[in-house]
């Protein structure tokens, strides 16, 4: 059905955490990365709301999900504590998580720390550099992106990062969700460094046998964030999804895209 969530929110450790859904079937969790903000998961609520109750949320401490107090580097834990929050406020005992890039480093902590209030987990594009054979490199580059945002702004520091994106470039791309000036200075100050240079503990997720697929567009190509993928699965002994479009293509290509995280679902749950 078209868009029409519920809209919530729930207290956790200090934060108003805003989520919202809409649809019935097994809980199924958006997680955002860079800027935090959910509503670029919004395209796909309408495509996949007769199979799942489709959520998400902003994350904590962007955008209307305010904290009390000064904001504060990003906890990797305590973001994927915040997930069990909504599942638990939605009455749920286990749920289905989605996390792209930032977000899915938030999924694998999940992973590896709370397995038992996961069903199925996807994610996409997480940037584990430390995993390639270039991780030096990309070690490297954080740091000197961190310096180019702490000397000339988000802008200047988003620019130089962009120069390793690929795959866009499409007038599509003109309805990518934007983070507001202050999620992206909380990004940089606070998340950026943990987004781009700690690897959850994938042998961890293994030895909790949590159901989980690893997935990489089309359209991203080589990129680092793609290549990632390769390492994961590997590790992971687990399958790599090719699905539509760039790193964004959930957003652009959201009827493709969800019609693909349904079938790759099916292929988790299948092999269990």
Known sequence: MPFNPTYAS???EG????????????LLVFVAGGGGIGRQYNPLFEHLDQKFTVCTYDRRQTNDSRV???KKLLNPA??????????????????????????GIIAFQFAASYPEFLDRVVVHEAP????????????????ELLDVYRASGTTAAFLAFSTELKGFGDPSDMQLQRPSEEDMQNFWENEFLQFTIYC???????DNKVSIGVAAGVKSADAFYARTTIRQSEILA???FLVAGHHGGYEVEPEEFSAQLVKAFQVLDEAR
């Open 15 to 26: 934060c108003d955490l805003h989520y919202w859904y809409q649809g019935s079937g097994p």
């Open 10 to 12: 729930v207290l956790t």
């Open 128 to 143: 584990t550099t430390a995993l390639l054979d270039d991780a030096t490199y990309h070690l490297n580059r954080a740091f």
């Open 78 to 103: 305590q973001q994927a504590r915040d997930i069990i929050a909504i599942c638990k406020a939605l009455g749920r005992e286990k749920t289905c998580v989605f996390g792209n890039s930032g977000g």
């Open 68 to 70: 009390t107090g000064q």
């Open 200 to 206: 959850p503990d994938l042998k961890k997720i293994t």
């Open 238 to 240: 687990c399958p790599r």
